[in-house]
C-alpha cells in the first residue's frame, strides 16, 4: 500500500543492414539499441509523496548519413538504394542516462514541491564528408553533456486565491571535442 513501482525497457537489434559499403564491404544501417526506464512511488504518510525515476539508454550503430544520386534520389547505376561508396564506414555511439527525485509534502493546506534531476549525455559520430571513396575529408564528433536541476515550491488555495511561487535551478555543461576534419583534402590527418 506504500510502495508501487514500474519498469519498462527495449530492445532493439539490426543485424542485417539495409544496405552496404561498396567500397569497403560493410553492411549499412547496422545498430543495437537498448533502453531501460522505472519509477518508484513511495507514500510513507497520506502527507507525503516521493517520486523516484531513472532510465539509461545506449546505441551504437552504423550510419549512412550520405548517399549519392540524382535529382529524383535515384542511386547511380549498380548501387542499391540504401548502398554507398565511401573509404570509411560512418558509425554513431551513444549513451544517455537520467534521474530524479520528486518529493511532495502537504502541510494542512500549503503544499511543498522539490523535483531534482540529473542527465548526462555521450555521443560519438564519424563521416564521411566527400562521399567518395578517396580519404579526403572526414569528421570525428565528441559530445559530452551534463546538466542538474533543482526546483522547489510552495503552493496552496484559498477561497478566493490560488498561489504558487517557488525557485528553480540549472547547471549544465555541454563539451564538444574541438572540431577538425581530416583528410587529404584538407592537408592533415
Known amino acids: ?37 522505472s519509477k518508484m512511488l513511495i507514500e510513507p504518510t497520506d502527507a507525503t509523496r516521493i517520486t523516484l525515476g ?3 539508454s545506449k546505441m551504437s550503430g552504423t550510419i549512412m548519413a550520405h548517399r549519392t544520386g540524382d535529382v529524383n534520389g535515384n542511386p547511380p ?8 561508396a565511401s573509404d570509411i564506414n560512418e558509425s554513431l555511439y551513444g549513451k544517455n542516462f537520467g534521474g530524479s527525485v520528486r518529493l511532495e509534502h502537504d502541510f494542512d493546506g500549503v503544499k511543498l514541491t522539490s523535483i531534482s534531476a540529473l542527465r548526462w549525455s555521450h555521443q560519438m559520430q564519424n563521416g564521411d564528408l566527400d562521399l567518395t571513396t578517396q580519404p579526403l575529408v572526414q569528421y570525428p564528433l565528441f559530445e559530452r553533456n551534463k546538466q542538474f536541476t533543482q526546483e ?5 488555495d484559498t477561497e478566493r486565491l ?19 576534419l581530416l583528410g587529404l583534402g584538407v592537408g592533415a590527418n
Open 1 to 37: 500500500d506504500k510502495v508501487a513501482i514500474d519498469a519498462a525497457a527495449y530492445f532493439r537489434d539490426q543485424r542485417d543492414g539495409f544496405g552496404r559499403n561498396l567500397f569497403t564491404g560493410a553492411e549499412n544501417h547496422k545498430s543495437r539499441d537498448v533502453s531501460v526506464r
Open 77 to 84: 547505376a549498380g548501387m542499391g538504394y540504401w548502398d554507398n
Open 54 to 56: 531513472a532510465d539509461y
Open 162 to 180: 490560488t498561489w504558487i511561487v517557488g525557485a528553480f535551478y540549472l547547471d549544465g555543461v555541454s563539451k564538444n571535442a574541438p572540431f577538425r
Open 152 to 156: 522547489i515550491n510552495l503552493s496552496g
